[in-house]
């Protein structure tokens, strides 16, 4: 099932997830309304892990956009999500985690996601599941280029620069993996 945007229940939950991450961060509230923001992101977290199991595919990719749930996941920088979502995925799928969507991966998202506090660690966990910091998009850039200037980009290139490293070994042998 998908609604007039292309989306699936799948898609919809973890859209509703990131709108939630995002106002919780964004409003300075009293303690009772950030225990309630709180308890509704476990409960939509819940809502994930049950579709998950009902059997919605994260592979699945909306009609507008070509985004799979991991893409909307990493261009929010919803860390919670995002774990639960690589490992479903861990090391069954290289295409997963590298596929684009308008020609970005989501390590080119998580590169773009300046001003994100959780941008590094969203990064390093692309890369440790398999992002590949070669991949071009449709402009020529790899996620490289998509850091922002400063002493925050350079530490984004430094990491990019060394999954690059890492990769490269892998592929190269792997056995490395073990």
């Not at 991949?135 to 990019?160: T, V, Y």
Request: aromatic share 6%.
């Amino acid at each position: 099932m998908k609604d007039f945007e292309g989306h699936t229940p799948l898609h919809c939950a973890v859209l509703a997830h990131n709108t939630l991450l995002r106002d919780r961060g964004r409003l300075a509230l009293p303690e009772q309304q950030s225990e309630d923001l709180q308890h509704q992101s476990w409960e939509l977290e819940s809502c994930v892990q049950q579709l998950v199991q009902a059997g919605a595919s994260i592979y699945s990719r909306d009609v507008k956009s070509n985004k799979t749930v991991l893409h909307y996941t990493v261009q929010d920088g919803n860390v919670s999500l995002l774990r639960y979502f690589l490992e479903l995925n861990a090391f069954k799928s290289k295409d997963f985690i590298n596929s684009k969507a308008h020609g970005n991966t989501a390590l080119h998202m998580a590169a773009a996601l300046h001003g994100d506090r959780n941008q590094k660690e969203i990064i390093q966990l692309l890369l440790d599941h398999g992002a590949d910091p070669s991949i071009r998009n449709l402009d020529n850039d790899q996620p490289i280029h998509m850091a922002p200037s400063g002493k925050a980009g350079d530490q984004i290139r430094h990491l990019l620069k060394r999954g690059k490293v890492a990769s490269t070994f892998i592929a190269c042998c792997p056995s490395a993996r073990s």
